[in-house]
């Protein structure tokens, strides 16, 4: 039996349902951001993570070596000399089957022990019809055979026996499907299984394996001791946890961005929930007077206008997780996208909804209307018994309050400050430092936009009469409704503006770069693996090339990054494509030629705290071995932290004679599309190369910017959105309280129009001072997330730069939001009876 | 206390000592769920230009029914209406809505004072809707002020003043444009008995004194007293 | 994995081992897989140590040695070392990698500790590329990993070198007899249909002396082994069902080897045979009608299956009446393919002479 009091406030949100609606909406909208983003991070993750298990299996150690990987002759001596047998083979590259990306995996099936479950699956009967012999013996005497995954197979519209064709290496090989396994879920799909000896045919890698596989028991140090002496240098031993967490670790400055957009939204949603629960208690004084009069106490009161928020956060955070499931199936495809523009392969199809993302959904939903709720109702508890409060009274609570929170407010910017300064590279303190900024700068506005707008009041009035006076008086004086609303859309709109200018700033500063290290007139390679040395040859000899440049980009791994390593030959002229920070080029740059010293780029140079002058290491073919740092350069490759060496010093030091791209350097005249063309031509069969003028580079250099930051648009529309619902709901809360005074008004003779513009005009004055709230706020987001968190996540540096456009379309686009949002209160206003003033409460 | 501008308008009402209130068969009821509650049962009444009637009644006895009929906020399921000469009956809702910013004035129980608004706002929001040029305006809202005695409290906003001093300024508001008919609603039911008095006084003064027509509904004996006559609400007709 | 292992293993074991289920043996031993692959049709003209060395026109061939040793404290011990190359089909693929090729390698490895009554068993397989596994004939070597044998020189001298985690064996092996072909001439039948047969040689006397390690205890070890090489590229019959094979070293100088073949319905395939070899070395066919093998007792498996536990072996022709008996009863292999192969103790009668020696029994097809 739900106690009468109880009823009593319940049947008064039930009376006013359009209240609860909107309350529980925004607060489900912030939650649904927060659990969506949640869940897409750790689908794409957990995808990731599981396909890494599938395909590292039991293996507790990797070897890795240098560029090409391990020479397959070191897997060999191993074996054969050492007689380590707990090791396998893998021979990794990515390829193509029609428009599908896939990893090629070549594994040696003798090698596999039980290292992989999938593949021990190949021989059970698990295979569809294919018997497995018939499947083993194909990949081992086949070499077009190859196997894959019942679900991907599937997607590709392949069964057992159809032949395709792959691509791989440029170059198009005749594959056969030789049945196909069970693969439980996502972890192994996308993955092709072949011999390694096909793998290596295919992808050019004959003589080399990407890794080694290696299983050695937890603590048997010995075995690991012998596997270490056994290795010649230029290898290394990883661990495979370890090596998958670094991987991992790539996007994490990514998905931590992300969930602090996500808690945007749930910050714009909490000031949804004050102003809900606010407004319904300061509706409900006169019952609260009531009660209290009949002897309910305060600790009472108090526990009903909690156990009530509970409620909305509880239905709230329920809408919110399972709108969150919805839109994080959503997102994840955003989020695998971006991931797999920049950082590794995913293949994550179904968003795993854990009980850990819910259970976070579910608190923050709660907890914010609890937190949110705290506030009004120890304030409820303050109502003396039986005393109608007037109106006026409560503004006057408010306005002596607005001093404090601005107080407050300045405080905890402040404290933005100081933990900015002092959390080093730390990306979560600087996220945290956004958001103390934001809370702080929220906390001021109120007070502002009480002192603005009733200083601006009589001006209006005069300038616009009386009933635009009003819109504007009226904000002033309900700031403990509007006030609200407009921190919510100040919020937002700033979010938009940060996030819009840092993005802006971001593009120019890459769009410069781009105009500059794209010195070549044209730019021809393969995506992975090596371009065909003839070919190179044939190409460079084609008439109209004057010069050119070739490159090699290779990773470099160790127990705690990866390191790109980029071997360039240089053309005559192409040295002002690199943008040297810190030293003079012209002493540079012979140096680098002569093998002397290496380049890093800045953001590898702010991530390892070094600079020109200082010495790393980089694991050679003869071990580790020093480089001294000669410059830092500028860069904005998203896997930016690279070391540059001279091809002549990448030579001596690495078996690779790889390229994977030259840059043409185009005779007076050339044109540099047709060029393009014939290198296409040339090509022809012999191998699909990538050719594309330097215009077309950056266009889809910008093209793949401009998508990664769709998902950032995604997430400040949703706060927007929850700020959107703000208005709406601050005003049909306004227009309710105001009922008798507008009834009063059109008795005095104003028509509907008139009463709907005078709630359409407060409503864009909201917006107004919501958007010019929004600049300056916008401007310090957009600083910070600029100078502090693109460093600490990237390593970039990345020049300011505010184009007026943004920060006019912030204001208009606040003040249309706000107009928006104020249509439907406007047109109820409009509507109310003018008997209604003759009523008496 | 004299006003001049008032006055002269008055006397020009005076020269027609016409009938300023007809109605005729008023009717009007409501309903609640299925069953009709009949709130004025053919309803007779005249009121001649400068007079002050007095309506008294028990609560729900349909006074103020009556008087949002009277002052075209309500349309009558039945019967004629009309003041200054208009046909109410007649009139559209946005011809309703102009009516009553030109023809009425509203006093009511409860101020209803823009709260948003400075005393001189609220009496300025009344003229500006009845298009009255800004220095006309300013003049009228020191006159009004002038003459209920709240000079001094032109910029105060209403929650600062007494309830009193409210219903002067709501007095002022709902004169200001120069109503044909003023219609107010318990205009002292919210206020203690000597600031009543006051009130009334002012009324007196404003109103009667220059000739203007009024309608008070009241249960008050005090205010009935106060009116040329007083009639009784009851079972929705008048006695 | 497994499947394919066993799969490789029912190529190597089909000269002398059937699985029960007889259609998949004989789908995998089709005329399809046949086709392209050398037979063993015609005799051979043997040469060593070519012969030594790989023959990967024929689809399988092995290298197997077995041996009786003798330890510090009295200890005996038996050994088995099997390396097994198949050619998964007849012609070499294109080199276009280093890991392709149509050979493939399996061994096993086995020691026995008769006085503690232990087993101990290995595998490995590989591919025959990359110098991971492999056979070559001069200088002869033929290996899996760490786990080879290598030899050279007139009279033959051999070291064999296998280790697991829990048992070593390095073994230098010198052929006290020159290669005694069985059969016709090396060619060895079996079963009726021409080219079911394999080319087939032993070296049946080796003076062996190594170390062997089990666990943390390290034996010098002497002994006598036997070689057994064979290959062939078809063999069984779909009726036949297993293999009893017996090597035996006698005291007096003199080998017997013998393989007793039985049919499903429980009789002896016409095709059994042997060859008895004299202390100086000279070899003669045994056909099945000149060996009598009676069983005397039979060994439970554990793990199911009744395998003969005794045996009683006459050979009229040489005078030759021993009883076989296992060191230790429980020598059987859990490797991909399931079979018993273990050291045993001769003791009997030559001529109304007393005889002993040692040797190795190999029984096939008795579980499955």
């Known amino acids: ?841 | 206390m004299q006003l001049p501008v008032l006055r002269a308008e008055i006397a020009a009402m005076q020269k027609s000592p016409e009938i300023e209130v007809r109605v005729r068969g008023l009717r009007r009821t409501f309903r609640e769920g299925q069953r009709e509650h009949v709130v004025l049962d053919g309803v007779d009444l005249d009121v001649a230009r400068g007079e002050t009637v007095a309506l008294r009644g028990r609560s729900g006895s349909g006074k103020s029914t009556f008087l949002n009929l009277l002052g075209g906020i309500d349309r009558p399921d039945a019967g004629e209406i009309s003041v200054a000469g208009i046909d109410l009956t007649r009139l559209s809702e946005r011809e309703r809505t102009l009516f009553r910013r030109e023809r009425i004035g509203f006093v009511y129980q409860s101020f209803n004072l823009v709260p948003t608004l400075t005393v001189a706002d609220n009496i300025r929001l009344v003229l500006e809707l009845n298009k009255l040029p800004s220095a006309d305006a300013h003049a009228r809202i020191d006159e009004l002020l002038d003459a209920v005695g709240l000079a001094d409290r032109a910029s105060s906003y209403p929650d600062v003043l007494s309830g009193g001093e409210q219903q002067r300024v709501a007095i002022a508001r709902a004169l200001s444009h120069r109503p044909a008919l003023l219609l107010a609603d318990e205009p002292t039911g919210n206020l203690d008995d000597s600031t009543a008095e006051t009130v009334l006084a002012l009324l007196d003064t404003l109103v009667r004194k220059e000739g203007g027509t009024m309608i008070i509904a009241t249960h008050s004996a005090r205010v009935a007293a106060f009116g040329d006559r007083a009639l009784e609400m009851h079972n929705g007709r008048l006695e | 994995m497994r499947y394919l292992l066993s799969i490789g293993l029912l190529f190597a074991f089909s000269a002398f081992a059937q699985e029960s289920n007889n259609s998949e043996l004989a789908d995998l031993l089709g005329s399809e897989d046949m086709s392209g692959f050398v037979r063993a049709i015609e005799p051979y003209e043997f040469s060593f140590p070519r012969d030594h060395g790989p023959h990967p026109e024929f689809r399988n061939e092995w290298w197997y040695i077995t041996g009786n040793l003798d330890g510090e404290r009295d200890r005996r011990f038996g050994f088995e070392l099997t390396i097994f190359r198949f050619s998964l089909t007849p012609d070499e693929p294109e080199k276009d990698s280093d890991w392709r090729t149509n050979q493939v390698y399996i061994a096993h490895f086995a020691v026995t500790d008769a006085d503690r009554e232990r087993f101990y068993v290995a595998e490995r397989y590989s591919r025959g590329a990359l110098g991971i596994a492999g056979a070559e004939a001069d200088p002869f070597r033929v290996w899996i990993d760490d786990w080879e044998i290598t030899g050279s020189g007139q009279p033959e001298r051999w070291q064999l070198t296998a280790a697991d985690e829990d048992f070593a064996l390095d073994l230098a092996l010198t052929a006290l007899k020159p290669p005694a072909l069985n059969g016709d001439e090396g060619l060895s039948q079996k079963s009726d249909e021409p080219g079911n047969a394999s080319y087939y040689y032993t070296i049946p006397r080796w003076q062996s002396e190594g170390t062997l390690r089990l666990g943390d205890d390290t034996f010098t070890v002497s002994g006598l082994s036997w070689l057994d090489r064979e290959w062939s590229s078809s063999a069984l019959a779909s009726d036949q069902k297993g293999w009893d094979w017996f090597a035996l070293q006698l005291s007096d100088g003199s080998e017997l080897m013998y393989y007793n073949i039985r049919k499903d319905d429980g009789s002896q395939d016409r095709n059994s045979s042997g060859t008895w070899i004299d202390a100086n070395g000279n070899y003669r066919y045994l056909s099945r009608d000149e060996v009598t093998v009676t069983v005397n007792d039979y060994w439970d498996s554990p793990e199911g299956g009744r395998y003969p536990g005794a045996w009683t072996v006459e050979v009229q022709a040489v005078g030759l009446v021993v009883d076989v008996e296992p060191v230790i009863a429980d020598q059987e292999l859990f490797t991909t393919v399931r079979y018993w192969e273990g050291a045993v103790d001769v003791e009997g009668t030559r001529n109304g002479n007393r005889v002993e020696g040692r040797g190795y029994v190999e029984l096939t097809g008795y579980a499955d």
Request: net charge negative; hydrophobic share 50%; with cysteine.
């Open chain 1, 1 to 841: 039996m739900i106690p009468v009091t109880y009823r009593a406030n319940f049947s008064y949100l039930l009376r006013h349902p359009w209240q609860l609606a909107l309350a529980i909406v925004g607060v489900a909208i912030g939650v649904a951001v927060i659990v969506a983003v949640d869940l897409a991070n750790a689908s794409a993750r957990k995808a990731f993570l599981l396909s890494m298990d599938a395909v590292t299996g039991e293996a507790t150690h990797q070897v890795i070596g240098g560029p090409r990987g391990v020479d397959e002759s070191v897997y060999a001596s191993l074996r054969v000399d050492a007689g380590i047998r707990a090791i396998a083979p893998v021979v990794e590259g990515n390829v193509r089957v029609g428009e599908r990306s896939l990893d090629l995996m070549g594994i040696d099936l003798f090698a596999e022990q039980d290292l992989r479950e999938f593949t021990g699956q190949v021989d059970t009967a698990e295979m569809d019809d294919a018997d497995a012999e018939s499947v083993f013996r194909a990949l081992l005497t086949d070499p077009t055979a190859v196997t894959m995954s019942r679900t991907t197979a599937n997607e590709l519209g392949l069964e057992a026996g159809d032949a395709f064709d792959v691509i791989a290496d440029g170059r198009t090989r005749p594959a056969t499907l030789f049945g196909t396994f069970d693969s439980d879920g996502t972890s192994i799909d996308n993955l092709l299984i072949a011999d390694i000896a096909t793998a290596q045919a295919w992808l050019g890698q004959q003589g080399w394996l990407s890794r080694l596989d290696v299983r050695i028991e937890d603590g048997d140090d010995a075995a690991l001791k012998k596997l270490e002496d056994a290795l010649p240098a230029g290898t290394r031993v990883l661990t495979a946890a370890g090596r998958t967490r670094t991987t991992a670790e790539l996007s994490k400055a990514f998905m931590t961005n992300l969930t602090a957009m996500s808690l945007l939204a749930l910050l714009v949603g909490l000031f949804l929930i004050y102003n809900s629960v606010n407004f319904s208690v300061l509706q409900r004084r006169g019952l609260i007077g009531s009660l209290r009069a009949l002897g309910m106490t305060r600790r009472e009161l108090f526990t009903l206008i909690m156990t009530e928020a509970a409620l909305i956060g509880l239905i709230s955070a329920t809408v919110g997780v399972l709108l969150g499931a919805w839109l994080g199936d959503r997102l994840l495809a955003l989020v695998s996208l971006s991931i797999n523009d920049f950082y590794f392969r995913v293949n994550a199809t179904n968003v795993t909804v854990s009980a850990f993302s819910v259970t976070k959904g579910m608190l923050a939903g709660v907890g914010a209307a609890l937190v949110a709720s705290a506030v009004p109702a120890l304030e409820a508890m303050a109502y003396e018994p039986r005393l109608a409060m007037a109106r006026s009274t409560l503004e006057q609570h408010t306005s002596r309050f607005l001093p404090i929170a601005a107080i407050l407010g300045i405080a905890t910017m402040a404290a933005a400050v100081i933990v900015l300064l002092a959390s080093g590279q730390s990306l979560v303190a600087g996220l945290t430092a956004v958001f103390m900024l934001i809370l702080g700068f929220a906390l001021c506005v109120p007070l502002v936009v009480g002192i603005v707008s009733r200083a601006i009041a009589p001006a209006t009035t005069r300038a616009a009469g009386t009933t635009f006076g009003m819109s504007v008086s009226g904000i002033a004086a309900s700031l403990s409704r509007t006030g609200i609303a407009i921190v919510a859309l100040a919020v937002a709109v700033s979010a938009t503006i940060g996030v819009s200018v840092m993005v802006d700033s971001f593009r120019g500063s890459v769009s410069d770069w781009l105009e500059q290290s794209l010195q070549a007139d044209v730019y021809t390679g393969v995506e992975r693996g090596d371009m065909d040395p003839t070919l190179i040859a044939d190409i460079v000899a084609l008439a109209g090339v004057e010069h050119y440049s070739t490159s090699r980009r290779a990773w470099l791994e160790d127990d705690e990054s990866r390191v790109q390593l980029i071997a360039i030959q240089m053309a005559p002229g192409g040295y002002a494509g690199t943008e040297i920070l810190d030293a003079d080029p012209d002493r540079v740059w012979p140096r680098w030629e002569a093998g002397d010293v290496v380049l890093v780029s800045e953001p590898y140079a702010y991530q390892n705290a070094v600079a020109a002058g200082d010495t790393i290491t980089l694991r050679t073919r003869s071990g580790d071995t020093p480089f001294e740092i000669g410059a830092t350069y500028q860069s904005y490759d998203i896997n930016a932290s690279a070391v540059m060496l001279s091809r002549a010093t990448y030579d001596r030091h690495y078996d690779d004679d790889g390229i994977d791209s030259i840059g043409l350097y185009l005779a007076d005249g050339v044109d540099a599309d047709a060029f393009v063309e014939t290198i296409g031509v040339l090509a022809g069969d012999r191998q699909l190369i990538r050719a594309s003028s330097n215009v077309g580079i950056r266009e889809l250099s910008l093209e793949i910017f401009d998508r990664t930051f769709v998902i950032t648009d995604v997430l400040y529309w949703l706060a927007l959105g929850v700020a959107f619902i703000g208005i709406l709901g601050a005003m049909l809360a306004l227009q309710l309280e105001r009922t008798r005074e507008l009834a009063t008004l059109r008795a005095l003779g104003m028509t509907p129009a008139q009463i709907g513009g005078m709630i359409t005009g407060q409503t864009a004055t909201i917006g107004l001072f919501s958007g010019i709230a929004a600049v300056p706020l916008g401007l310090i987001m957009a600083w910070v997330l600029i100078e502090v968190i693109n460093r600490r996540a990237f390593g970039w540096q990345i020049d300011m730069t505010v184009a007026p456009g943004i920060l006019g379309s912030a204001v208009v686009f606040a003040v249309g939001a706000a107009m928006l949002a104020g249509l439907y209160p406007a047109m109820r206003a409009s509507r109310v009876e003018p008997a209604v003033a003759m009523r008496e409460e």
